[in-house]
C-alpha cells in the first residue's frame, strides 16, 4: 500500500462514521423502546475504543515525525503535537488493558459501526508498520505539508467522532477531556497560544492549509510498494515498470556499446507501438499519442545509427531489461489510465537516462561514424593490402539527424501533476468536517415530553382519568 491508499481508506472509514448521528443506539445501547442494552453492547464499545487508539497512534506517530522539519519558531505546530501524543491512551486506559488484537484486526465486525472502525485501525496498522521507512526516504518538503494537513483532519475527524461516542460506557474523552461536546468552538481558545486538542487542531489545520502546494499531492503515490512478480503466462504492466526501473538504475554503470544501443533502440520502439494500443483500447488517447510519437523517435534512431560502430562498452544488462519490459507489454491484455500514465513517467525516466549516456558516449569518443571515406590496411600475408572504411568519433556535423532524434527524445522537467482524486477526495473530506455536527441523540416527541413535565408545578399532581 502507497500513501494515498492508506489515507484514502482512512478517510473513506472516518467519513462513513460521520453519518452515523446516533452510535450509541446503534451499537445497542439503552433505547426508548426497550430497558437494557442488548447482548454485546459492552464487548462492541470495547473493541471501538481499541481500533480507535490504533488510528490515534497512527495520528501521533505521523504528526511526530513530520513536523520534525517544519519551523521551530511557530509556536502552535509544538502546542498542537503535545495535544495530540496527549490524545494517544495508554495501554491501561483501554479495556482490558491492551490494544487490538490480530484476531480482533483480521475479523470482520457484523455491526456497521464497529467494522468501519476497525477498517479504519487496519489501515492505520498496515501504514505503521510499513510506509513510515519508504516514506522517510522519498518525501519532498512539499509533500510533508499534505501529510500534515491529513494528520489535522483525520484528528478532527475523531474529535467530532468523541463528541458522538461519549456515551458509550468506559469511554475515554481524547486528550483527558470528559463528556461530549469536545468540538465546540471556544472563542477564549484561539491564535498560536490557543490550548486544548480542538482549539489547537482547528489552528493548525488553518496554518498548514496555507502552505500547500499542487506538488505536494503526488505524496500519495509514495510508500511501501512490494515488488511484483512476473507472470509467466500473462505479462504485466508492472513487471514492464520494474524492468524500466532497472534499466534506468544500470544505465550509467552498463554502457551500451553501439550493437546493444541499436536493440534497445529496437526493443523500445516496439515496446511504445504495444503500449499505445493498449491505451488506446483503454480509451486514453492522449496517452496512446505520446507512446506513438516515441516510437517514431526511436525508429528515427535505429535509422540513424546505421552507419554509428564501435566496440567500447558493453550493456548486457541495459539490452536484458529492455528486452524483459517488452516481453511484459506484449503479453499484457489490458491496461487501466493509472497503470499507462505510471509507465509513461517510467519511459520519460528511461529516455532521460538513454539520452544523457548516449550523448556522453559520444563525447567521451565511445560511438563512432563511418566518414564515408576508406584506407588500405598494413600488408598481410602474401603483401595483399584490403580497403577498410574510415572511422571517426559521432559529432553532431558528421551525424546531425542522430543528435536531433536524442534532444527531441529528452523529455522536459516539469512537475508531476496530482491525481485529480488526490485533491477532490481531500477536499470533500474537509467539508463533511465543516458541517454543522448531528448531534441530537433523543428524538423531538421525547424533548417535547421532558419540557412538559419541567412546565408543571413543582408538587403538582397529575390527575388521571378512570377508564
Request: with cysteine; hydrophobic share 40%; glycine share 8%.
Amino acid at each position: 500500500m502507497t500513501y494515498g491508499e492508506v489515507a484514502t481508506r482512512l478517510r473513506e472509514s472516518l467519513a462513513e462514521l460521520l453519518t452515523h448521528a446516533r452510535p450509541y443506539y446503534e451499537l445497542g445501547g439503552k433505547h426508548y423502546s426497550r430497558d437494557t442494552p442488548l447482548d454485546g453492547f459492552r464487548e462492541r464499545a470495547d473493541l471501538i475504543q481499541r481500533y480507535r487508539a490504533a488510528v490515534l497512534q497512527y495520528s501521533a506517530e505521523l504528526a511526530r515525525t513530520h513536523t520534525a522539519g517544519l519551523p521551530r519558531d511557530v509556536t502552535i505546530v509544538e502546542n498542537w503535537l503535545r495535544w495530540v501524543e496527549r490524545a494517544v491512551p495508554s495501554r491501561d486506559e483501554l479495556p482490558g488493558g491492551r490494544f487490538a488484537n490480530a484476531s480482533e484486526l483480521g475479523t470482520e465486525q457484523h455491526n456497521v459501526i464497529v467494522e468501519l472502525w476497525r477498517r479504519a485501525a487496519v489501515a492505520a496498522f498496515i501504514a505503521r508498520e510499513r510506509e513510515f521507512a519508504p516514506m522517510r526516504e522519498q518525501i519532498t518538503a512539499e509533500q510533508n505539508v499534505v501529510v500534515l494537513k491529513d494528520v489535522a483532519d483525520v484528528i478532527r475527524a475523531l474529535i467530532r467522532l468523541d463528541d458522538r461516542h461519549g456515551r458509550l460506557p468506559g469511554w475515554h474523552g481524547l486528550a483527558g477531556t470528559k463528556g461530549i461536546r469536545s468540538d465546540r468552538p471556544s472563542r477564549a481558545a484561539t491564535g498560536e497560544h490557543a490550548r486544548g486538542l480542538s482549539a489547537t487542531t482547528r489552528f493548525f489545520n488553518e496554518w498548514i492549509a496555507r502552505q500547500i502546494t499542487p506538488d505536494g499531492f503526488t505524496v500519495d503515490r509514495i510508500g511501501y510498494q512490494p515488488e511484483p512478480r512476473l507472470d509467466v503466462a500473462g505479462g504485466t504492466v508492472d513487471g514492464a515498470i520494474t524492468a524500466l526501473q532497472n534499466l534506468s538504475a544500470v544505465i550509467d554503470a552498463d554502457f551500451p556499446r553501439p550493437l546493444s544501443l541499436r536493440i534497445l533502440f529496437r526493443s523500445q520502439r516496439k515496446l511504445s507501438v504495444l503500449a499505445s494500443k493498449l491505451a488506446l483500447a483503454a480509451g486514453d488517447t492522449k496517452c496512446a499519442a505520446a507512446l506513438n510519437v516515441r516510437g517514431k523517435i526511436y525508429a528515427g534512431l535505429v535509422t540513424a545509427m546505421r552507419n554509428v560502430s564501435g566496440t567500447l562498452g558493453d550493456g548486457l544488462y541495459v539490452v536484458a531489461y529492455g528486452t524483459v519490459a517488452t516481453d511484459q507489454v506484449a503479453r499484457t491484455t489490458t491496461i487501466t489510465a493509472e497503470q499507462a500514465s505510471r509507465l509513461v513517467e517510467a519511459l520519460d525516466e528511461v529516455d532521460l537516462r538513454i539520452a544523457h549516456a548516449t550523448r556522453r558516449g559520444a563525447a567521451e569518443g565511445t560511438l563512432l561514424v563511418a566518414t564515408g571515406e576508406e584506407t588500405l590496411d598494413a600488408p598481410g600475408a602474401g603483401g595483399v593490402r584490403r580497403r577498410r572504411s574510415v572511422f571517426d568519433v559521432v559529432t553532431p556535423q558528421s551525424n546531425p539527424n542522430f543528435f536531433r532524434l536524442l534532444r527531441t527524445l529528452e523529455p522536459q522537467r516539469r512537475p508531476t501533476l496530482p491525481a485529480t482524486s488526490a485533491v477532490t477526495q481531500r477536499a470533500d473530506f474537509a467539508a463533511i468536517l465543516t458541517q454543522a455536527p448531528k448531534s441530537s441523540l433523543r428524538r423531538s416527541d421525547d424533548r417535547a415530553a421532558k419540557r412538559a413535565t419541567n412546565r408543571q408545578a413543582p408538587g403538582a399532581v397529575a390527575l388521571v382519568r378512570d377508564p
